[in-house]
């Protein structure tokens, strides 16, 4: 077992080594960032005294529980990916965390961080799931989100529709390949409620071997920039636009004229009622002779 504590800091930081002028108690008062990625750590014991802490690198390691981080207040990035994590908890008075990577754990649903309201972005990728499950959103996580989150990385995790995810208004780039997306109506419903956004990759779903994907996802999004990688042209988008717009006049013509025809023969059968009659009823002259 393996813990990141004020001992193990103590020991492995190389600038206490170069600065033997400095005590462990000084340097850890000031220490801003820690990176103690690929140590095996699977806890992390009390380190309050690390005050002014604002980025810590904990990836690859072997944590199971976020525990014991409530003293970084000034903790604007957080790097979790690639432990055993399998919920989102203890991350509360975080209140200034911008940045939180949690790909590659074992989470199951997206909750507790409600109270994250300067969150900026989350990498929630790639996550043990059990077959035949999806990564679930908690709404009340989603509505706190609302207006803080832009990027969101979602990625290989089972994911078949996108439509709760509408609340995040202020999203500006979606990472959510490898899902099983396949709706485009679900997909038209998050595009016209986000405003601002000028990248998505949806790659590696159903979704994008649909005929006219791609021209379709460019005319419901004017915002959009990069779709899936490649760059959209505003001479491309402005192409296909007009295609539909010419497209919905003539639909709508044709629709016109057929409703016009329609009237038109109501009208002429009522000018003339003996229309409305059997054909047999017509021909009785004929077979009283």
Known sequence: MVRLSVDLIARTSSHLRSRKDESVAQYLKRVTHLNYSNKSIDNVEDLSICKNLTVLY???????????????????HLYLQNNLISSIENLSGLKRLEKLYLGGNYLTVVEGLEDLHELRELHIESQHIPQGERLLFDPRTLHSLAKSLCVLNISNNNIDELKELAVLENLTQLVAMDNHLTDIKDLEIVLRTWPKLWRMDLSGNPICQKAKYRDKVIVISKTLEILDGKEIKEMARQFLVNWKASRDARKKS??????????????????????????????????DK
């Open 254 to 287: 044709r629709e016109e004229n057929m409703e016009a025809q329609l009237v038109y023969q109501q009208l002429y059968n009522l000018e003339h009622p003996g229309s409305l009659l059997p054909v047999q009823y017509h021909n009785t002259k004929y077979l």
């Open 58 to 76: 904990l990836y690859d390691n072997n944590i199971s529980r976020i525990g014991n981080l409530g003293f970084a207040t000034n903790l604007t």
